[in-house]
């Protein structure tokens, strides 16, 4: 079946600090999709990318759709206690079902941040 | 609060026993999905719902799994004769038909402990 590979597994870093993590699959997807959960919490949409090439950002976040339609990256610039939390790539192939396009997502096992103040 | 509620937040029982788990979606929500999370995993599929109508189902891990959605509005889903392996979490999450599928809005999990 279908799997994203995240990297890295987790991350320590300085407040203050620029983070990069990113997912790969061998699989292609026509969406790319960032989430963040924080403990106890379900997982809370970050950035969602529809099309390769495709560069988004949201505030300090930015994301991009590789080409090959294969992978995602994620970037978070100037990071603060807040960041702390686990991020999740997603990923969703749309098939054409049921009168409508359906999708399932597909994640990755996720980047746990840490942030030292 | 206008987010996705699920109940309860925490089940723990014996195997052996079933166990139900509710959610509430966001009310203007017509797609209705279930995950299932082991720690240090990402959320995995199980199955989703829209209005009344389960269009998916072939991810539910065996048939002690069900799910039901019975006006289109909140869900619930069943396991019955609950094994240690069932420990997770649940999570339900809801959409809008139209929406840009993926753009998930999750409700805060039903954590199950079979002991």
């Known amino acids: 079946g279908q799997q994203l590979n995240q990297s890295p597994q987790s991350m320590f870093i300085q407040e203050g600090e620029d983070v990069s993590m990113n997912c790969t699959s061998s699989?292609?997807?026509?969406?790319w999709l960032w989430y963040k959960q924080e403990p106890g919490e379900g997982p809370v949409l970050l950035i969602a990318?529809?099309?390769?090439?495709e560069l988004t950002s949201n505030g300090r976040l930015t994301a991009q759709f590789g080409i090959t339609r294969k992978d995602s990256f994620l970037n978070i610039s100037a990071s603060i206690p807040s960041d702390v939390g686990i991020y999740f790539c997603?990923?969703?192939?749309?098939?054409?079902?049921?009168?409508?396009?359906?999708?399932?997502?597909?994640f990755g096992k996720g980047t746990k941040l840490s942030v030292k103040p | 609060d206008t987010g996705v509620s699920q109940d309860p937040r925490h089940k723990i029982t014996k195997r052996g026993q079933n166990v139900t788990f509710r959610c509430d979606p966001i009310?203007?929500?017509?797609?209705l999905y279930w995950y299932r999370q082991t720690l240090g995993q990402g959320p995995e599929f199980l199955t989703y719902?829209?209005?009344?109508?389960?269009?998916?189902k072939s991810r539910l891990l065996s048939d002690r799994f069900s799910a039901e959605r019975p006006k289109g509005s909140f869900s619930t889903l069943e396991i019955q004769r609950t094994e240690q392996g069932d420990s997770a979490m649940y999570l339900c999450?809801?959409?809008?038909?139209?929406?840009?599928?993926?753009?998930?809005?999750f409700g805060e999990g039903s954590r199950l402990t079979v002991l």
């Open positions: 009310s203007e929500h017509n797609r």
């Open positions: 999450a809801s959409s809008l038909l139209g929406a840009n599928t993926g753009e998930l809005f």
């Open positions: 990318l529809y099309k390769a090439g």
């Open positions: 699989s292609i997807f026509n969406t």
């Open positions: 997603a990923g969703l192939y749309h098939s054409m079902n049921y009168g409508g396009s359906q999708g399932n997502l597909i």
């Open positions: 719902f829209q209005n009344e109508a389960q269009l998916e």
